[in-house]
């Protein structure tokens, strides 16, 4: 006679989804780009830099014909090339016109904005404060629109304390888009306490999708034990929802590519999970995490009540017509 041991009972485990997550309009755009070049010009198309941060992006539009390059000077002059959705320095689309190159720039629109903003207050004749991580390529792609010395990095509050005016200079700021909301905020309550002439943005730098997707995640970290953040380790806006979710409360957060690099021990003593994606996260990265969840627990899944996002970019019209 057989004897069938009784099957434990799954644990049971509430997740939360953030609203809003994953995909920002900038980032669709930016991908739509090269798909588009993709389909109208041919493979190979040539990208500079990465697309966007995510590595199962860029490894799927390689898989399609994009190839990924560091600089121009690895691209052949009879082939297109996509400048990424982080903006590039005004040298590089020069160097692209020298060469005749079709070029086609997937800077996303709130990254163009801010470069707008630097030349404006460039032709004013201020001084620029740029508050960012140094090397990351929004950073690099803004001080590359004005001359040398134009622009100065401001990355912590202690770089805002020592940081002396070239003269009597006015001053202006911008940011990079993807920060920490409350980073920023106190970086720039120290400049305007030391120059509180400082004038405002026509309108504030870390653009709505960065904002929204940090104050969902501030709201799972308020009531979940595990926050697992699905983004690449290279993703700015990613890595600072990690910050933003141990801030708020979370007993424990981590950032994940997918749903094979989590440890399953993590779950130790969790009864209730958060889950979101960086804006350059696809959404099928998220599906695909919540159904190892459920294979592996009783799990109820309730999506968290956020901002509804509608922007939506326009493509380059050569890819339209």
């Not at 004005?146 to 100065?152: D, E, K, R, Y």
């Not at 130790?268 to 998220?286: F, M």
């Not at 190892?292 to 939506?312: H, K, L, S």
Request: aromatic share 4%; proline share 6%.
């Amino acid at each position: 006679m057989t004897i069938h041991q009784p099957i434990a009972p799954r644990r049971p485990l509430k997740v939360r989804l953030a609203t809003p997550r994953g995909f920002c309009a900038g980032v669709d755009r930016a991908i739509q780009i090269v798909e588009r070049a993709l389909e109208k010009y041919g493979a190979p198309v040539y990208v500079r830099h990465e697309i966007v941060h995510n590595r199962h992006v860029v490894e799927r539009l390689r898989a399609a014909g994009a190839v990924f390059v560091k600089e121009l000077d690895d691209c052949p002059d009879d082939r297109p090339v996509v400048f990424s959705a982080h903006g590039v320095p005004k040298s590089v689309p020069a160097t692209a016109r020298a060469r005749e190159m079709l070029f086609l720039d997937a800077t996303c629109p709130l990254v163009s904005k801010v470069h707008v903003e630097a030349e404006r207050h460039h032709a004013a004749g201020r001084h620029i404060l740029l508050i960012g991580h140094a090397g990351h390529p929004e950073v690099v792609g803004t001080m590359g629109q004005l001359p040398q010395g134009a622009i100065s990095l401001i990355e912590t509050i202690e770089d805002a304390e020592v940081f002396e005016r070239p003269g009597d200079t006015p001053l202006a700021y911008a940011t990079q888009t993807t920060l920490s909301v409350d980073d920023t905020a106190g970086i720039l309550a120290a400049l305007k306490r030391r120059f509180p002439e400082l004038p405002d943005p026509h309108k504030e730098d870390i653009c709505y999708a960065t904002t929204n997707r940090q104050e969902a995640v501030k709201r799972l970290g308020e009531g979940c034990d595990l926050v697992l953040v699905v983004g690449s380790k290279n993703s700015s806006n990613s890595v600072r929802l990690v910050e933003v979710a141990l801030r708020a409360g979370a007993r424990d957060a981590r950032l994940v590519d997918d749903a094979g690099q989590v440890d399953w021990s993590w779950f130790d003593g969790v009864s209730t999970l958060g889950i979101t994606a960086g804006a350059s996260a696809p959404e099928q990265l998220i599906e695909d995490l919540v159904d190892a969840v459920r294979a592996r627990f009783d799990a109820e899944v309730v999506e968290d009540d956020g901002a509804r996002e509608t922007v939506t970019f326009k493509l380059p019209r050569v890819l339209t017509a």
